[in-house]
């Protein structure tokens, strides 16, 4: 495995790590049930919070759009997952997971390793 796909694996296991320690918390502190109104309205309790959700927006919608074109520029299979891991988990976990497959499909193609 190359170092490039060693770096984004673990980026993929600390964007799950680090994002789901903190949408537990928000569950245990919601009384153990997570409603989502109540997260989008966390998420823009201030300024400060509600300029992280929106470039957080954007560049998830940016990196969708690039994952299903490269996906499909590589033969990638499967493109759809990331779509549901990013809403049913993380961005931060399906970007860097889409990452490590695609380097892993590319270093296939080309029979060498990158890094």
Known sequence: MSPLRIVYLLLAVLGLAMTWTYNLQFIS???G??????????????????SLSWDL??????????????????????YWLYFLLTFGVAYAF?????????????EAQTGQQSG
């Open 29 to 31: 502190e919601a009384g």
């Open 94 to 106: 399906a970007f860097p997971l889409f990452l490590f497959f695609r380097q892993g499909k590319m």
């Open 57 to 78: 927006t954007v560049a998830c919608i940016a990196g969708l759009t690039w994952m299903f074109v490269e996906s499909r520029r590589l033969g990638m299979r499967f």
């Open 33 to 50: 049930s997570f409603d989502i109104s109540d997260f989008m309205a966390a998420a823009n309790a201030n300024a400060a919070a509600s």
